[in-house]
């Protein structure tokens, strides 16, 4: 299964480079987007995959029981997507106002606004 | 207990919070901004005292030991660059009290501020690589607001570019450090120095540090990860291109020298040779760069790269003399490089622009500003007795010493052209007469300034280039705590020791 | 002790003298002069210690760290820069009193002028090379000060500009040399370096450490093909020149080779190196000074040959020539700073400064006449004046030279005839002449214009009268320090008929005739104009104009605004570094791991692939950001699957709120079409695959490695016993890693404000810049 | 209609989401949940709020800025970590009681849940802002 996963990172971040690369706006958070979830997505496959084996010690347990998930790079992802969350919550509105100040969605054309 | 080592994350917070909250006075604001920065200072220069004769202090956030918890780490460098957050924050937070506008004060311009300085601060301090991921982000975001606010268009336009770049930085931060995870079982950076040592696995390793190399890189706008600076510092107001300059471009620079002298230590061969490069073409493409320019703050912005690179070219050399000159040199340059930015700011204030072409009789205007300048424009670019040259000099030794005779001449030469473009800004804005016509911007409302407010302009400027006089004066004693911090760089196993408490 | 007072003496002055103008009125130049008076009766009473082989010294530490202490020591070079600097240095403090009158800057000035006349004075007094260097960097600022002191001028700004960039490019190799010598010698005391000689000139670092050394000595010393900023240099005021272009900052380059000979000279680099430049300088000088009208340049041009012979004579390495280079050094100084301010004063009095506007001064401007005329018989060496015997001197010592002393004497015979043409032109020609002065509203200078003249003037006559007054007690002691031994000085008029005697006449002879020759020499020099681009001054304006031009090329090429090329560039870059280990990364038996793969997920997968492609693919705005969502759900699910409750919830709940974020902001924004001509979306696909590539092989080499499970095992045991919670994630979050999540609130806290402050700060608020 | 059918399900979907965040935070420490979740769904209730009345109502009905609840947040959080200074330990030290309830038995209650707690009011401030903001504008640039 890491091999599939590692193949999906793979094409999330390819085509999240392929989408800041174009000319739109919109496109390049989609772009930015997909490369967070890549991110994520390899941080989540290179801590080790298990099925069925929550991080959440039992009622009666003191300790997790082996084998387990390992919670750390868990509790990486959720501050890193929470993060993120932040992030792309500021640019969505940053590239709104963007068009609104400079009239385009075009990312050239914006490059070329005096600044 | 050692609170020291946090009050530089909690004060900054805590005044962050405080400003946040009581948003609806600017009084209050300014009152709780300043007195917070203050705080915030003598914390960081009480830390500073602590470490000098060149001690480890780390802490155990949470009390969970390393490397389970996350530990905050001061050796002198981090200290030296807590002490530099410090200074410039506090002049910022003085400078802003006349030079940020009303709307801008109202709409979070305080908070900003202080939660910045808190992620600067966390990523000096903390000796954990997610930890040091959060931080930057932190930074980030609060450099982000602080770029778009005012609504300008300029503003955001640049900022789009500043954000893209940056954000493509994190990601490839965020894989570097969850993979480095995944690998090592560990994210604490005397943990990782310490298993790295023990058990080097080059290509993944290595891997992970092209990753770091690039996203500090981009951080630190080396080239060619450079190009966003440029574009967008010129945007926001002078006090926050003053607090970016002498702050943000600086954690970058940390960070490779914390990680490249600690933990990726086993591709010296090719990463030394590599930051020469990257150095050298630094320099030259950002003093290019700003010779190129006409306005003021572009000009400085590109001087910002060109600055980056002298500090990368002591990494390069990697010597104890080397480490200690690009030490010292970051601490030059942020303080001489904020003065600057105010000195713009005051002069956009009084003309409504800072394109050299149309300014002009600044001289004649404010002789005691235009002396401000002259003294930190002739620190930048390494004239003596002021911190620059000292700072050039050192790295110049080293280089020397170390018979990296290429990068010498490089250095030698950006100097070279710096002191011209230095001076080109004086004569054009200090020494020529003004035009004719006075040009000011119509748009800008008539420049004038009440005399406290001239003051609140001008004490900052004062006490940074004081700070870079003194610097260069009192060299000694600064390269003694940078000689020191640069030994603890070369020498990471008293840091591993006191975070771990146990050695390879 | 007493070695640093005459500095910080200087330095203070230099901090108190905008005071000036407030308190002294037209006595400014007066009072200001006591100063620089003192320090040369300081000076003179030092001399017998000199004298008597003795020293002064002063050293303490100050930057242990980088080889630099504040070290002096007076010897008898030191001495006699000293005596110099101080003794002209006075008599420019009181002239600049008269020439700049109710100037409202005049505190400035002198400001200017004490900060110079510190640093030089540091200069020839650091025991220290690094010392030295920082007080040679200060004589560069003070002269880009003094230099553009009139700065409304654009000709003044531009020549202290160059002055400044000039003279700083030689310190800053020369600094490197310092350091290369330091390196080699083993330390940076000047003293322990003099006696380090053989080591020096052994070691492997002696060529580029020398030849930078020089770059730094040639270019303030004003050597061919730097000279060009110092006839530039004459925008400054008649003082400045006077001071800094004839007697001093100028000659500090000419003192550093005097210095460092015994450390560094007798080599034959040294010898051909110093000689040739020397030679060359002299010689360019003088036929540049030809063509000259304006009074000052003609004396700069003349200053540049001058310091030429200087060069040339320390380059020689012999006794005599190193005798004949002090001696002529302090009659240059002598007659040249009078000649300056003669110019000055002229200038001043009548309007201009071309030679031919001016005639018949004499009767109107009597004193400034006799003192004109004074410096101007010691600069042609007519006897009985001190130039005579610094020419005697010099013409011996050039026909003992080791080598090539008929070269050196015919360009020596030309450079000093043509010197005398000037010395006619501009120190006697404006006087003489029938009939009715001119221009008609000259009129005398006040006492201050003429008496620092007169007395240059008049100690040119009288030290060539009485030789031995410097001869033993000043020249002696300097020559000591310079050929590291003792060398007899004894300085006479009379040498009976000899050779140099015949030299001297024939010099002579041949000046006059080319001053009676000068407008036909004039008018040959303006046809055999060369042309601009090919004369070092040329160069140098050409690059100056052209840099910022050239930069814009350059960085336009490299920095173009464009954020998609950003982004290309950084990929790229980043592509090519990780190539290196790539190879190392695709270890691909671990494919071979495909195994273990559940149908539901490789479905799940698949879907994902699906809407990721779909996301890429999709034109319509709506449909990109629904495929976005079905890819997060996809993520969520794995995270189901793969044992993360938790991420899943955060994953699912953040998903739906950026959706929603997305459709407001979407709405407004056009639709997306591509935008790119092929070969940039066939360029840009290549990158996304290859960095998409490189991605994947991290991500399954990082799986493939056992990691060290140490942490996570120590949560799994710790987290219900010492943090109270079964949710280790959550216990991570809120207690293990719980400053993470308070950096991460603070980034949500800080996005918020942002967002709030985007939608609502808008231009309309108002704002001003700052 | 669409409108009506929305009021009445935010009248009554509202609270019960709400009910159902703070259980998401309380019991977070030992199952899925915790301060960020809670206070999603929290937020998301709020906004459930805004879309049927809208956003001025919202605004009334919360009768605290939202920026406001960030800074509390944030405070909270951070000083969650005071009172183990006091103890001479660590900043951010988890320190725990545990009280005999009635009914429950003991429980421990720590300061992590007090950190916890600071999260789940900023997220909600964050949250609010940014949709408040957003739908202000929105109504705005209707009109």
């Known amino acids: 299964m890491h091999v599939l996963l590692a193949i999906l990172s793979g094409i999330l971040f390819a085509a999240g480079v392929w989408l800041i690369l174009r000319r739109s706006l919109a496109r390049l958070v989609l772009g930015l987007i997909l490369l967070s979830q890549a991110a994520n997505l390899v941080i989540f496959t290179s801590g080790g995959l298990h099925r069925a084996a929550p991080p959440i010690v039992g009622e009666n347990a003191t300790a997790l029981e082996a084998p387990y998930a390992d919670p750390l790079p868990q509790a990486l992802i959720l501050t890193a997507i929470v993060i993120s969350f932040g992030l792309f919550a500021f640019f969505l509105v940053l590239i709104k106002r963007a068009h609104q100040e400079t009239g385009t969605d075009d990312i050239d054309a914006m490059s070329e606004v005096e600044t | 207990m050692n609170l020291l080592i946090v009050l530089p994350v909690l004060l900054p917070l805590l005044t962050g919070v405080g400003t946040l909250l009581l948003r609806s006075s600017t009084r209050i604001q300014h009152v709780v901004s300043i007195t917070g920065s203050a705080g915030f200072l003598a914390s960081a220069i009480l830390l500073l005292v602590r470490l000098r004769d060149g001690g480890i202090l780390a802490v155990q956030l949470g009390n969970w030991p390393a490397p389970f918890g996350i530990t905050f780490v001061a050796d002198l460098f981090s200290a030296l660059m807590v002490l530099l957050t410090a200074v410039i924050g506090f002049t910022v937070a003085l400078y802003s009290i006349a030079a940020i506008d009303l709307p801008r004060i109202r709409y979070g311009y305080h908070p900003l501020l202080h939660f910045l300085l808190m992620g600067v601060s966390g990523a000096f301090l903390t000796g954990d690589m997610f930890n040091l991921y959060v931080w930057f982000e932190v930074m980030l975001i609060a450099s982000f607001v602080l770029l778009v606010l005012g609504g300008e268009k300029a503003q955001f336009a640049g900022a789009v570019k500043y954000v893209t770049v940056n954000l493509l930085a994190s990601m490839l931060f965020l894989i570097g450090a969850g993979v480095l995870y995944g690998k090592t079982g560990t994210l604490n950076f005397a943990d990782l120095a310490f298993k790295l040592a023990q058990n080097p696995e080059p290509a993944l390793v290595n891997t992970s540090a092209i990753l770091f190399l690039v996203a500090f890189g981009i951080k630190a706008a080396v080239f060619p990860f450079f190009f966003w600076l440029p574009d967008s510092y010129h945007v926001p107001p002078a006090a926050v291109t003053a607090l970016f300059s002498g702050l943000l471009t600086k954690v970058g620079v940390y960070a490779l020298m914390r990680t490249f002298s600690m933990i990726f230590i086993h591709d010296m061969d090719f990463t030394g040779p590599l930051f020469l490069v990257l150095a050298g073409l630094t320099m030259v493409i950002g003093v290019f760069g700003a010779v190129a320019q006409g306005e003021m703050k572009r000009l400085l912005s590109f001087h910002i790269v060109s600055q980056i690179g002298y500090a990368l070219m002591g990494l390069g050399i990697f010597t104890q003399l080397a480490l200690s000159g690009a030490i010292y040199f970051t601490l030059h340059v942020a303080i001489a490089k904020a003065a600057l930015f105010f000195v713009v700011g005051y002069v956009a204030r009084r003309r409504g622009h800072t394109n050299l072409a149309r300014l002009g009789g600044l001289l004649r205007e404010s002789p005691l500003v235009a002396v401000l300048f002259l003294l930190a424009a002739l620190s930048l670019a390494g004239l003596p007795p002021f911190s620059g040259f000292f700072a050039k000099f050192t790295l110049i030794k080293a280089g020397l010493e170390a018979s990296q005779y290429a990068i010498v001449a490089v250095a030698l030469l950006v100097s070279m052209m710096t002191l011209f473009s230095m001076t080109k800004i004086w004569n054009e804005a200090f020494w020529k007469d003004a035009p004719e016509r006075m040009d000011t911007d119509a748009r800008v409302p008539a420049p004038y300034l009440q005399a406290g407010d001239k003051w609140l302009y001008i004490l900052p400027i004062i006490l940074l280039v004081g700070i870079t006089i003194v610097m260069g004066l009192a060299a000694e004693p600064i390269l003694q705590m940078t000689g020191r911090a640069a030994e603890q760089l070369l020498d990471p196993a008293p840091y591993i020791r006191q975070v771990l408490g146990r050695m390879p | ?770 | ?143």
């Open chain 4, 1 to 143: 209609m669409n409108a009506l059918i929305l009021r009445i399900s935010a009248r009554y979907l509202s609270p019960i989401l709400i009910g159902v965040s703070v259980l998401l935070l309380l019991r977070g420490h030992n199952d899925p949940g915790g301060g960020f979740i809670g206070g999603l769904l929290a937020a998301s209730a709020m906004s459930l709020l805004a879309l049927a009345h809208g956003t001025a109502s919202a605004r009334r009905s919360l009768r605290v800025d939202p920026r406001t609840l960030i800074a509390v947040g944030l405070l909270l959080a951070l000083t969650s970590g005071f009172p183990a200074l006091f103890g001479g330990r660590e900043w951010l030290t988890g320190m725990w009681t545990l009280p005999e309830l009635p009914l429950i038995g003991a429980i421990p209650l720590g300061t992590p849940l007090w950190f916890d707690v600071g999260i789940y009011i900023s997220v909600v401030g964050f949250t609010l802002t940014i949709v408040f903001a957003l739908s202000e504008n929105d109504e705005e640039e209707a009109v």
């Open chain 3, 1 to 770: 002790m007493e070695m640093l007072l005459p500095i910080v003496l200087t330095l203070l002055a230099a901090a108190l003298s905008p005071l000036l103008r407030h308190i002294s009125g037209r006595w400014g130049g007066w009072i200001a002069s006591v100063l620089p008076a003192g320090l040369f009766v300081f000076f003179l009473s030092q001399l017998p210690t000199v004298q008597a082989g003795g020293e002064r010294t002063f050293s303490v530490t100050w930057i242990p760290s980088l080889g630099i202490s504040l070290a002096f020591r007076l010897d008898g070079l030191s001495l006699l820069f000293a005596l110099l600097i101080a003794g002209v240095g006075t008599l420019v403090v009181i002239y600049a009193g008269g020439y700049l009158g109710g100037h409202p800057h005049r505190g400035r000035f002198y400001a200017f002028l004490f900060l110079f006349m510190s640093s030089m004075l540091g200069v020839v007094l650091a025991d220290n090379l690094f010392l030295l260097f920082v007080f040679w960097e200060l004589t560069s600022v003070a002269s880009f000060l003094l230099i553009g002191f009139s700065h409304e001028k654009e000709e003044a700004r531009r020549s202290a500009l160059q002055a400044l960039l000039i003279t700083g490019l030689g310190g800053l190799a020369m600094m490197a040399g310092f350091i290369l010598i330091a390196i080699a010698g083993g330390t940076s005391e000047v003293s322990e370096l003099l006696s380090r000689g053989d080591l020096l000139r052994s070691h492997e670092l002696y060529l580029p450490a020398l030849l930078l050394l020089l770059l730094g000595a040639f270019t303030k010393s004003a050597q061919a093909p730097f000279h060009f900023w110092l006839p530039g240099a004459m925008a400054a005021p008649a003082p400045v020149s006077a001071y800094l272009h004839s007697a001093t900052m100028v000659k500090a380059g000419v003192y550093l080779l005097a210095r460092l000979n015994p450390a560094l000279g007798g080599t034959d680099e040294w010898h051909y190196l110093l000689t040739l430049a020397g030679g060359a300088t002299m010689v360019i000088g003088a036929l540049l000074a030809g063509p000259q009208t304006d009074l000052k340049r003609l004396l700069g041009y003349s200053t540049v040959s001058a310091l030429g012979m200087l060069v040339m004579l320390i380059g020689l390495s012999t006794d005599l020539a190193a005798k004949a280079a002090l001696v002529f050094l302090v009659v240059h100084s002598l007659y040249k700073a009078a000649l300056f301010m003669v110019a000055g004063t002229i200038d001043h009095e009548t309007g201009t400064r071309d030679v031919r506007q001016l005639h018949g001064l004499m009767r109107v401007m009597p004193f400034t006449a006799i003192a004109a005329v004074l410096a101007a018989l010691s600069m042609t060496g007519f006897p009985p004046l001190l130039g005579f015997i610094g020419k005697e001197l010099m013409y011996e010592a050039k026909m003992q030279a080791p080598s090539a002393s008929l070269f050196l004497l015919i360009a020596g015979v030309l450079a000093n005839a043509v010197n005398i043409a000037v010395a006619i032109l501009s120190g006697m020609r404006p006087f003489i002449g029938r009939g009715k002065h001119h221009p008609a509203q000259a009129h005398e200078g006040t006492l201050t214009l003429w008496l620092g003249p007169l007395i240059l003037g008049l100690s040119g006559l009288l030290l060539g009268l009485f030789p031995d007054l410097i001869g033993i007690p000043l020249i002696e002691p300097a020559v000591r320090s310079v050929r590291a031994e003792h060398v007899d000085v004894d300085l006479a008029l009379w040498h009976g008929i000899n050779p140099v005697l015949l030299l001297s006449i024939l010099t002579i002879v041949v000046g006059v005739v080319l001053y009676l020759l000068r407008h036909r020499a004039r008018d040959a020099s303006a046809r055999l104009r060369v042309p601009e681009l090919l004369l070092p001054g040329g160069v140098y304006r050409r690059m100056i104009a052209a840099l910022p031009a050239f930069s814009g090329r350059l960085v336009g090429v490299i920095h173009n605004g464009n954020l998609r090329s950003y982004l290309f560039t950084i990929i790229t870059v980043f592509l090519i570094l990780a190539a290196r280990t790539f190879v190392d990364l695709a270890d691909w038996p671990v494919l071979s791991r495909l195994g273990d793969v559940e149908f539901y997920s490789v479905g799940l997968v698949v879907l994902m692939i699906a809407a990721t492609l779909m996301v890429v693919a999709s034109r319509t705005r709506l449909a990109a950001v629904a495929a976005l969502g079905v890819l997060g759900f996809g993520i969520a699910a794995l995270y189901v699957i793969y044992s993360a409750p938790d991420l899943a919830i955060t994953q699912i709940l953040v998903e739906t709120l950026t959706v929603v974020i997305f459709l407001f902001v979407i709405r407004h924004l056009p639709r997306f079409g591509e935008r790119s001509p092929r070969p940039t979306q066939f360029r840009d696909g290549v990158i996304a695959v290859l960095s998409g590539t490189m991605v994947a092989l991290f991500s399954l080499k990082a799986s493939g490695v056992q990691m060290d499970s140490a942490i996570s095992s120590y949560f799994a045991e710790n987290s219900v016993p010492a943090a109270y919670g079964r949710n280790v994630v959550n216990v991570i979050l809120v207690d293990f890693r719980a400053l993470d999540t308070l950096g991460e609130a603070t980034v949500l806290a800080v996005a918020a404000i942002g967002v709030y402050a985007m939608i609502k700060l808008r231009k309309h608020h108002g704002r001003r810049a700052g």
